[in-house]
């Protein structure tokens, strides 16, 4: 067995206290990743990161201004990794949208989603045709703001316009009849709101904060007020476009197949034994368990054929190698994210062929696919 990892989410206080008073980590291997916050705080000059093997950043932005914050930083040797977040696009349902006149804007209302320009913003489209909305999803961090809001709503008679909804638990079903997300931030290290109404195929109207233009299409960025009331009145509109860029950057499959990477150690696989002439035999060990699963099966327990008896009964050797090549380790150019291959081999697992070469068959049709999927996002690199 290899070391357990140990994650830790944030590089605060828990970071820590965890890499300074808890001797047994040393023996672990400990990931820990910074988000945003914590690069404007001491904590990560306080954190031992002797004893932290890699520090993920959620974007490249955050590791500059990480850096620019913290000069001075001794990382010692810990190894440093860009992991995107992800979106679970299940949960989003796309749609084709169009321009219209419903805009959204989903966040904590505090100063630095810089929500005074909400209420400009609104108030020009409302000169242009009084048929726009804005509607404001979150929880008031600081209350000022709702006395702001509350006044400057009468004043700019903004009362049928300026629409407050509270905190907003199902974000798919709020988006589903806006045509817009406004975010107006002054900082982000990504912005969730702006991935999941992208992944619904609503156009996003984005503030050029520092490091925006490094994620999301520079296009659809704006650095005033002017600017962003005539990316929402144009027509330039394209919904597939939006919820494809999500697909090929930010989907939960690959944030969690790049972590997997970085935190998995395969059983019994010592990964410094790989060369490039045992990766052609591994290589040809596939295609043998493409062409004929059989030849790496318990032959002697076949009763009956189906996912489940096909995962629990490979032979122990092989089950490593796959666990190994799929998690990077193989040729790239064939390379299946090691979650969906467990998906495939555990989503009804108790289905039952009628005999191996069906499930043959179902296995290449999955291996096809997802060989298919990744050589597409190579070819648009």
């Known amino acids: 067995m290899g ?10 206080d828990l970071a820590v206290f965890a890499t300074n008073k808890i001797p047994e980590i040393q023996n672990k291997k400990v990931v820990c990743r910074l988000h945003r916050y914590e690069a404007f705080t001491q904590f990560p000059d306080k954190i031992n990161w002797k004893n932290v093997d890699f520090l993920i950043f959620v974007a490249e932005s955050m590791k500059k201004t990480f850096h620019d914050l913290h000069p001075n930083i001794n990382l010692n040797g810990c190894k440093e990794e860009i992991v995107y977040n992800g979106v679970d696009l299940d949960k989003f349902k796309f749609l084709i949208h169009k321009p219209g006149y419903n805009l959204s804007v989903l966040a904590h209302i505090n100063y630095r989603k810089n929500p005074e320009t909400w209420v400009q913003i609104i108030g020009k489209l409302k ?35 300026f629409i407050l909804h509270g905190w907003i638990k199902e974000v798919d079903k709020f988006l589903e009849d806006k045509d817009y997300t406004l975010s107006t931030s002054i900082h982000e290290s990504f912005g969730y709101n702006i991935a999941e109404a992208m992944a619904r195929g609503i156009k996003p109207i984005i503030h050029n904060f520092d490091g925006a233009k490094s994620i999301w299409p520079n296009e659809l960025i704006y650095n005033t007020i002017d600017e962003a009331v005539e990316k929402i009145t144009e027509e330039s509109y394209d919904s597939e476009s939006y919820r494809r860029f999500i697909e090929d950057n930010y989907s939960l499959e690959e944030q969690i197949c790049k972590i997997e990477k970085i935190c998995y150690i395969p059983r019994d696989f010592n990964s410094s034994k790989i060369t490039s002439d045992n990766m052609i035999k591994y290589q040809n060990h596939f295609y043998q368990f493409l062409n004929d699963p059989l030849l790496f099966i318990k032959k002697e327990n076949i009763k009956t054929i189906n996912k489940k008896f096909i995962l629990e009964n490979m032979q122990d050797e092989f089950k490593s190698f796959l666990e190994a090549y799929f998690n990077g380790y193989g040729n790239e150019a064939i390379y299946i994210n090691r979650l969906n291959l467990w998906k495939f081999l555990y989503d009804n697992s108790s289905f039952k062929y009628n005999n191996l070469e069906e499930f043959i068959i179902d296995f290449n049709k ?13 070819k648009k690199k």
């Open 3 to 12: 070391r357990y990892s140990i994650w830790l989410e944030w590089a605060n």
């Open 366 to 378: 999955f291996f096809s696919y997802e060989s298919r999927k990744f050589q597409n996002k190579e």
């Open 127 to 161: 000169e242009i045709d009084n048929r726009y909305k804005l509607h404001v999803g979150g929880d008031f961090q600081d209350p000022l703001y709702k006395i702001y809001f509350d006044y400057v709503k009468k004043e700019m008679n903004l009362e049928n316009n």
